[in-house]
């Protein structure tokens, strides 16, 4: 019985809203703390949780404490640091000329400060595409090994608009779907990016689920995030360029109240990045 065993039979125990909400957010939490229940749960009921989200905790951990699951520690993640190689000459006299770059772009961050310029930011949903594809092989990783897709064949297929996924069954491909997330998590993509439709049986009765990559910032959206900018301040300037909005204001103090707040909006539908803050 492993870790995300217990959590699967939670959400079949307790099919709310209220609690596919706080397990998908313990999932997130587990992907931050590389599996360790304590720290997670720690995490969570630091916040407020959906009605019935505490009582559900306490019972996943009075089960991982008598599995002896709740305290694993698997330490740093190794595919989040490359091994260390030694440079050559060539390239620490490269690493030494972009210091110097570095030093220049600050001095003039420091002078444009000073003379009064403004602050500027944007935000928007791009992702990682390599992340996502680690993402991916992880998961097609998992699944080959563990007892419960034995025999399922299941796969991920990326295509132009996202990933299929395909299984022994819909509730086998729901449960691929979770190991995605899962994955993705561990690697710093937020869940929101999954747009998940609805599973669907096809030919000898397998499952499949279309996901959909939830990039791009919509007319609609673009409205509401403007709102939620200018409720922090309406001094700010907030420009809809495409798919990203650009956020000037005369202080780096208040452009930090903004992204802190859009952070914070669990309920904005996209993943948001920010990006060419000066």
Request: proline content about 5%; cysteine-free.
């Amino acid at each position: 019985m492993t870790l995300y065993d217990l959590i699967a039979d939670l959400r079949r125990k307790y099919p709310t809203p209220g609690a596919t909400e706080t397990l998908d957010a313990l999932v997130a939490e587990l992907g931050r703390t590389r599996d360790h229940l304590k720290q997670a749960t720690a995490n969570l009921q630091a916040k407020a949780l959906p009605p019935g989200g505490k009582p559900m905790l306490d019972e996943l951990m009075q089960r991982a404490r008598e599995a002896s699951i709740d305290d694993l520690d698997y330490g740093p993640d190794p595919y989040d640091k490359p091994p260390t190689e030694p440079l050559d000459q060539g390239t620490a006299g490269i690493g030494a000329a972009l210091a110097i770059s570095a030093l220049a772009t600050m001095a003039l961050a420091v002078v444009a400060v000073i003379v009064g310029l403004n602050a500027i930011f944007s935000a928007g949903t791009e992702f990682d595409a390599a992340e996502l594809t680690n993402a991916l092989d992880q998961a097609r990783r998992e699944v080959s090994t563990r007892f419960d897709f034995k025999d399922t064949q299941t796969s991920y297929d990326r295509n132009d608009s996202g990933v299929l996924i395909d299984s022994a069954s819909e509730e086998r491909a729901r449960a691929a779907l979770q190991v995605l997330r899962e994955k993705a998590a561990r690697r710093q993509i937020s869940p929101k990016l999954f747009k998940a439709g609805d599973p669907k049986t096809v030919g000898k009765g397998r499952g499949q689920i279309e996901v959909a990559l939830n990039a791009g910032i919509t007319d609609d959206i673009a409205r509401d995030l403007r709102k939620r900018i200018q409720n922090v301040s309406a001094k700010l300037q907030v420009r809809i360029q495409g798919d990203q909005l650009r956020v000037v204001s005369k202080d780096k103090d208040t452009l930090q109240l903004v992204i802190k707040a859009l952070r914070e909006a669990e309920d904005i539908p996209v993943p948001l990045q920010f990006t060419n803050y000066r």
